[in-house]
């Protein structure tokens, strides 16, 4: 089924992410962890697309078990990086022939040790040229990136607007956002882009705090912040991993509730392929859920 009538039928929808292992044994690994978090019955599930080599054709591979074997809906990333459009088609073909409906379509980052996005010779510069390609002669449900906070090559707030408009006009028919940890960021940027005329869902994206010197790590590399008095707190724990991860399913999971208390469609969680935590926090989802029910 495709995305977007997922979304409309289902609310909230969670929403899981994994990256492609790098052996075989690992794609066994991350099979049984997704199948782990059947029970949690997400809208649908969404495989990475690496910086290049063999990754990439594990994602094929992944989302199609994912389909056949679990029976549940994924959705393939692809990106432009390294791919001439041909390449691309024939991927998205391939996509298609496997039976999968949903892609988010992304321009991608630089390969590591590179600075800056390279356009490959015959490919795509930005993510919206691959969408109206894709959007023209595919019959997929495409997603694409927000950026609460701004994507960090933006030139502007409005140039970053500017780009969820035209990504959206070119045929993304929902966007997933960068993870951040300040729900008023989603909240603004939901508005910004209303503003500009963007009506399809805006699903936010959530990484679970379980470590504090990788959290600190990601958000440095993708440009989003944490509030002052979480880092605080964070870095008081900064010796006691167990506390820190504590801290972090518990705001993780206060995080949750409020975004979908003020009207958050879903939420997509970047799993970093672990399923405790993310577990822990759609538990407390579920569990909050129905105590008040019991006590309404
Ligand atoms: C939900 C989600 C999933 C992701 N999954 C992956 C993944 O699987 N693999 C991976 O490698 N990366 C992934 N990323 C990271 C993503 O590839 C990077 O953030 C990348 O730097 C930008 O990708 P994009 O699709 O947003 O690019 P684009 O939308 O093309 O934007 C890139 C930059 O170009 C600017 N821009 C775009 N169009 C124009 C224009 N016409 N004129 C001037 N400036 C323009 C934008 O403002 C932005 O600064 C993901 C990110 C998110 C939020």
């Known amino acids: 089924?495709?995305?977007?009538?997922?979304?409309?039928?289902?609310?909230?929808?969670?929403?899981?992410?994994?990256?492609?292992p790098k052996t075989d044994d690992g794609v066994e690994k991350l099979m049984a962890t997704i199948k782990?978090?059947?029970?949690?019955?997400?809208?649908?599930?969404?495989?990475?697309?690496?910086?290049?080599?063999?990754?990439?054709?594990?994602?094929l591979e992944v989302v199609?078990?994912?389909?056949?074997?679990?029976?549940?809906?994924?959705?393939?990333?692809?990106?432009?990086?390294?791919?001439?459009?041909?390449?691309?088609?024939?991927?998205?073909?391939?996509?298609?022939?496997?039976?999968?409906?949903?892609?988010?379509?992304?321009?991608?980052?630089?390969?590591k040790g590179e600075e800056r996005f390279t356009v490959a010779e015959g490919g795509f510069r930005y993510a919206s040229e691959m969408i109206e390609m894709v959007a023209r002669e595919f019959d997929l449900s495409i997603g694409a990136a927000g950026y609460p906070e701004k994507h960090q090559e933006a030139e502007s707030v409005a140039s970053d607007v500017a780009n969820a408009v035209r990504k959206v006009r070119a045929g993304a028919r929902f966007l997933v956002t960068q993870f951040f940890f300040d729900n008023d960021a989603y909240f603004a940027y939901v508005e910004r882009v209303?503003?500009?005329?963007?009506?399809?869902?805006?699903?936010?994206?959530?990484?679970?705090?379980?470590?504090?010197?990788a959290i600190a790590r990601m958000t440095a590399m993708s440009g989003a912040t944490?509030?002052?008095?979480?880092?605080?707190?964070?870095?008081?724990?900064?010796?006691?991993?167990?506390?820190?991860?504590?801290?972090?399913?518990?705001?993780?999971?206060?995080?949750?509730?409020?975004?979908?208390?003020?009207?958050?469609?879903?939420?997509?969680?970047?799993?970093?392929?672990?399923?405790p935590v993310t577990r822990a926090v759609v538990s407390a989802l579920v569990?909050?859920?129905?105590?008040?029910?019991?006590?309404?």
């Open 194 to 213: 209303r503003a500009a005329g963007v009506d399809v869902p805006i699903v936010p994206g959530i990484m679970p705090i379980t470590n504090y010197a």
């Open 64 to 111: 199609k078990r994912i389909k056949t074997e679990l029976g549940m809906e994924p959705m393939a990333h692809v990106t432009c990086v390294g791919h001439t459009r041909d390449e691309l088609r024939a991927l998205f073909e391939a996509l298609a022939g496997a039976g999968i409906e949903n892609v988010m379509a992304l321009r991608g980052d630089p390969p």
């Open 287 to 296: 569990a909050a859920r129905t105590f008040h029910e019991l006590v309404a």
């Open 36 to 59: 782990s978090l059947r029970i949690l019955n997400p809208g649908f599930v969404s495989v990475t697309y690496g910086a290049g080599g063999s990754s990439r054709a594990r994602t």
């Open 226 to 275: 944490i509030p002052q008095r979480l880092l605080a707190e964070l870095e008081a724990r900064s010796d006691e991993p167990d506390a820190v991860a504590d801290l972090g399913v518990a705001y993780t999971a206060l995080q949750c509730r409020d975004l979908l208390d003020r009207g958050a469609p879903g939420l997509h969680f970047y799993t970093l392929n672990k399923s």
């Open 1 to 20: 089924m495709k995305i977007d009538e997922i979304l409309k039928h289902r609310s909230p929808c969670f929403s899981f992410e994994f990256f492609p």
